[in-house]
C-alpha cells in the first residue's frame, strides 16, 4: 500500500501552461518534502512544509500543505521547458522512522 | 563542494551473483539513507545509518540484502544471490544528522540482473 499517493502520474503541457501535482494521504505528516528528480540524477530537495494551511513559494512554483497535514499540493505557474522532471512528494513516514517514504512521482513535460 | 558519489553507475550482472555497490557520502553528514527506485513502485527505503548507533535495516526485502558503513563515511550495500526484481536503480543520501535535516542524493546505480 502507498502511503503517498500523487496525482497525475504523467503531465505534458506546452510552455507557458499551469499545472497542479497532488500528493495525498490518508496518515498525518509532520511535514511534507517536494524533490525534482532528473534523469541519470537523485532527487534534488525544492522545499519542506511543515505548518498545516501553510503556503511556500520559491520562483513560479507555490506549495501547499493541507490544514490536515494529510495532503500538499504544488502548482507551476507559466510552465518552461526546463521544469521537466519527475516531481516526487515524500513525508516522514509513521513506521519508517527517519527515513522518507516517497510518492510514486509525476513525470511532467513541457515542450516549446 | 563534492556531492554524494555513487559507484558504479551501472552494474549488468547475471542471476545468482553478488553484487556490491558503494556510496561515499558528503564530508561530515554523519546520516546515510539507502534507497531503491524502480519502475511502477517509486522510492522505497532500504537501510539508514546514524553515527555509530546500530543501523535501521527496517526496509531492506529480504536477508539477500544487506549493508555495512565503514568508519561513519563510506557505505557498501550488498545483494547476495541476485534476483531479477532486483533490477532498480540503488540511490544513496546523506544529511548532516536524522531528518529534518535535508537530504542529499547521489546520481545512483543502476543495476540489471539478467
Known amino acids: 500500500t502507498q502511503l503517498l499517493e500523487q496525482s497525475p502520474q504523467f503531465l505534458s503541457i506546452q510552455e507557458g501552461e499551469n499545472l497542479t501535482v497532488y500528493c495525498n494521504s490518508s496518515?498525518?505528516?509532520?511535514?511534507l518534502q517536494w524533490y525534482r528528480q532528473e534523469p541519470g540524477e537523485g532527487p534534488v530537495l525544492l522545499v519542506t512544509?511543515?505548518?498545516?494551511?501553510e503556503v511556500k513559494k520559491l520562483k513560479r512554483l507555490t506549495f501547499q500543505f493541507g490544514d490536515a497535514r494529510k495532503d500538499s499540493s504544488l502548482h507551476i505557474t507559466a510552465a518552461q521547458p526546463g521544469d521537466t522532471g519527475l516531481y516526487l512528494c515524500?513525508?516522514?513516514?509513521?513506521?519508517?522512522?527517519?527515513?522518507?517514504?516517497f510518492g510514486k512521482g509525476t513525470s511532467l513535460l513541457v515542450t516549446p | 563542494g563534492a556531492g554524494v558519489s555513487q559507484s558504479p553507475s551501472n552494474k549488468v550482472t547475471e542471476k545468482g551473483k553478488d553484487v556490491e555497490l558503494r556510496c561515499d557520502p558528503i564530508?561530515?553528514?554523519?546520516?546515510l539513507y539507502w534507497y531503491r527506485q524502480s519502475l511502477g513502485q517509486g522510492l522505497e527505503f532500504l537501510i539508514y545509518?546514524?553515527?555509530?548507533?546500530?543501523?535501521?535495516k527496517s526496509g531492506l526485502p529480504s536477508d539477500r540484502f544487506s549493508a555495512e558503513r565503514t568508519g561513519g563515511s563510506v557505505s557498501t550495500l550488498t545483494i547476495q544471490r541476485t534476483q531479477q526484481e532486483d533490477s532498480a536503480v540503488y540511490l544513496c543520501?546523506?544529511?548532516?544528522?536524522?531528518?529534518?535535516?535535508?537530504?542529499?542524493f547521489g546520481p545512483g546505480t543502476r543495476l540489471t540482473v539478467t
Open positions: 543520501a546523506s544529511s548532516l544528522e536524522l531528518f529534518p535535516y535535508e537530504q542529499y
Open positions: 496518515s498525518v505528516f509532520s511535514s
Open positions: 512544509v511543515v505548518t498545516g494551511g
Open positions: 515524500a513525508g516522514e513516514g509513521p513506521n519508517s522512522g527517519y527515513a522518507l517514504n
Open positions: 564530508s561530515g553528514h554523519t546520516a
Open positions: 545509518f546514524q553515527g555509530n548507533s546500530a543501523p535501521d
